[in-house]
């Protein structure tokens, strides 16, 4: 019971983080049409709920939830790098950001939702088809701006140069980038896909098509 508790609140509070840094987002762009402006106002509270999304690794180490710890660690590690690393040290704010801002918020006022209301077995067939197809466009989307907002940063100074020299950064980011865009983000789309098929149907269907088939 204690857990169920838990893990609502953690949800529901993750679920109305997101709600404000895309509601800010979009108040600042529909208020003031500047960009930089939106993304910076909505810097802070991105900043808290990645710290707060630290939780999510230890929720799957200490068994609090049923994924994989490693899947959790490196969907962490993915955003913290672009976030902490880029965003936060400079406070950037440009298109790719909002951008960003844009795609991980929409897909968080799904995700949590989703697993919140999982947790008391309440989840409508509508936010359970949402969370297993709104990456296919969100996705993409995510990724592309992850990639736009690091390369407009690695021309300036960023947070991470102190620590390893700016003229070093590059042989860090770009096997990085090789790494993380080339093979991770590809597995991971494989990944969803498959959790799309398995949770919507797609692999009971198949299955059945085989067995008739084999009769």
């Known amino acids: ?21 895309l509601m800010t987002v979009s108040k600042e762009l529909y208020e003031t049409g500047d960009v930089a402006r939106a993304a910076s106002s909505a810097t802070p509270m991105v900043t808290a709920l990645q710290a707060i999304a630290c939780m999510e690794f ?5 068994g609090l939830v049923s994924g994989s ?14 976030h902490f690393g880029f965003i936060y040290p400079k406070n950037t704010a440009n298109l790719y950001v909002v951008s ?14 989703f697993y919140g209301l999982s947790v008391i077995n309440s989840c409508p067939g509508p936010l359970l088809w949402l969370r297993y197809s709104a990456f296919i466009v969100l996705y993409p989307i995510g990724i592309l701006s992850e990639i736009a907002t690091t390369l407009s940063v690695l021309p300036e100074t960023t947070g991470m140069d102190k620590y390893v020299g700016e003229g ?7 096997p990085y980038f090789v ?5 991770a983000a590809p597995v991971l789309f494989k990944y969803l896909l ?13 299955s059945k098509k085989t067995k008739k088939k084999k009769q």
């Open 1 to 21: 019971m204690l857990k169920q508790i838990y893990l609502l609140a953690y949800n529901t509070l993750c679920a109305i983080g997101w709600c404000v840094v």
């Open 58 to 62: 230890v929720h799957s180490v200490v």
């Open 100 to 113: 960003l801002y844009f795609a991980w918020s929409m897909a968080e006022v799904i995700r949590y939702p």
């Open 69 to 82: 710890p490693l899947n959790a660690f490196f969907q962490l590690v993915g955003r913290n790098v672009i």
């Open 194 to 206: 498959k959790a799309r098929r398995k949770n919507l149907g797609g692999e009971v269907e198949v």
């Open 179 to 183: 790494y993380a865009y080339g093979y």
């Open 168 to 174: 070093n950064l590059k042989f860090i980011i770009y």
